[in-house]
T-cell receptor, first 108, second 113 residues
């Protein structure tokens, strides 16, 4: 599976959009981009996934560049409850492999 | 109802003991997993079962034995516990085995003294 690179940590003001970047320059054509998050003392939670096109659901939007070498997870209106570690995962026909993720702190 | 439930939430035990962690999912999923999150917070897959059959077995010591009595349950039995087994263990489930939207339990904090 392709590896991903994410910033170690980010801050975001409450109510503002949180934009979390992810680089996956070695992604293969059949690999999807997944995003999960882990709130303190809880199990990871699925957020969104995509292949080529941008995706949106009730939690977030996923923007994938045309060359698929990077993506951005957007939380449109961050709240304090969005404080968590966010994992960007590139996955083919193998299990999900979690990296270090980005620790997002939403600040009041 | 909790979709993926694990028991116990906390488990404190002595080295050398044998312990089990239970996991149940009520989502009707075919695939279940065990992940381990160590003190450095890395989350690593241990096992995966699809319809009660083992499909993934990462390099986990033989002391760890998963058991799936039916596709809604995947229990983890650990023999001869060691200090290094201390971690948080997460159970998860998904509908398929390729495009996986995983649902995780809330974890079991295992502390080996």
């Amino acid at each position: 599976d392709a590896k991903t690179t994410q910033p170690t940590s980010m801050d975001c003001a409450e109510g503002r959009a949180a934009n979390l970047p992810c680089n996956h320059s070695t992604i293969s054509g059949n690999e999807y981009v997944y995003w999960y998050r882990q709130i303190h003392s809880q199990g990871p939670q699925y957020i969104i996934h995509g292949l080529k096109n941008n995706e949106t659901n009730e939690m977030a939007s996923l923007i994938i560049t045309e060359d698929r070498k990077s993506s951005t997870l957007i939380l449109p209106h961050a709240t304090l409850r969005d404080t968590a570690v966010y994992y960007c995962i590139v996955k083919g026909n193998t299990p999900l492999v979690f990296g270090k993720g980005t620790r997002l702190s939403v600040i009041a | 109802d909790t979709a993926v439930s694990q028991t116990p939430k906390y488990l404190v035990t002595q080295m050398g003991n044998d312990k089990s962690i239970k996991c149940e999912q009520n989502l009707g999923h075919d695939t279940m997993y065990w992940y381990k999150q160590d003190s450095k917070k890395f989350l690593k897959i241990m096992f995966s079962y699809n319809n009660k059959e083992l499909i993934i077995n990462e390099t986990v010591p033989n002391r760890f034995s998963p058991k799936s009595p039916d596709k809604a349950h995947l229990n983890l039995h650990i023999n001869s516990l060691e200090l290094g087994d201390s971690a948080v263990y997460f159970c998860a489930s998904s509908q398929g085995t390729v495009l996986e939207k995983l649902f995780f339990g809330s974890g079991t904090q295992l502390s080996v003294l």
